[in-house]
């Protein structure tokens, strides 16, 4: 079946970069997300990537996409300690659709 | 902060119980979907509601079942709770005017003791 594999944890200084990545096995994923989790809440929608394109730039957030290779990628600029949170990358085949979660990235922003 | 409200917030259940969780979608949005969210593991998908009907299905036992009414705000039903059920539960709803993103609600989390 379709799998989704993250990272579990990643930590960097205020200011610097973070790259979270992901893999995923299923060929026929066309819509391909990350979501913002913090303590105790639901999932917020950061941004998400056609499988027809290689990057998508969102003011701090870029996302890349190597398809060949089922990599997935994001890339936060200047990270805050407000950037602190579980990040998950997602797969569907459709718009709308069943989303394949990964595990989850802890991203842990030191002052 | 998303359009998606869910009740309760939390709740204590004990094994062999049933519990209803329910779910409003954003407005305009004609889907809705629950997931499961395990402790420590990211969420996974129980069902779809679109217009109503179920549009899918992830790898749940029949004992979880749910319905969507005419309005599009959803219930999530779950019979002969066991303690592997407690998680966060969480509902999107998606529509056309947004491209059918999903947007997800703050979820209802349930203890089963």
């Known amino acids: 079946g379709e799998d989704v594999e993250q990272s579990l944890f990643l930590s960097v200084r205020e200011g610097d970069s973070s790259v979270i990545n992901c893999t995923y096995t299923d060929s026929s994923s066309t819509y391909l997300y990350w979501y913002k989790q913090e303590p105790g809440a639901g999932l917020q929608l950061l941004t998400y990537i056609f499988s027809n394109m290689d990057m998508k730039q969102d003011q701090r957030l870029t996302v890349l996409l190597n398809k060949k290779d089922k990599h997935l990628s994001l890339r936060i600029a200047d990270t805050q300690t407000g950037d602190s949170a579980i990040y998950f990358c997602?797969?569907?085949?459709?718009?709308?659709?069943?989303?394949?979660f990964g595990g989850g990235t802890r991203l842990m922003v030191k002052p | 902060e998303t359009g998606v409200t869910q009740s309760p917030t939390h709740l204590i259940k004990t094994r062999g119980q049933q519990v209803t969780l329910r779910c409003s979608s954003q407005?305009?949005?004609?889907?809705v979907s629950w997931y499961q969210q395990a402790l420590g593991q990211g969420p996974q998908f129980i069902f779809q509601y679109y217009r109503e009907e179920e549009n899918g299905r992830g790898n749940f036992p029949p004992r979880f079942s749910g319905l969507q009414f005419p309005n599009y705000s959803s219930e999530l039903n779950v019979n002969a709770l066991e303690l592997d059920d407690s998680a966060l539960y969480l509902c999107a709803s998606a529509g056309p005017q947004d491209g059918y993103e999903q947007y997800f609600g703050p979820g209802t989390r349930l203890t089963v003791t």
């Open positions: 407005s305009g949005h004609n889907t």
């Open positions: 997602a797969e569907s085949i459709t718009a709308g659709n069943m989303l394949t």
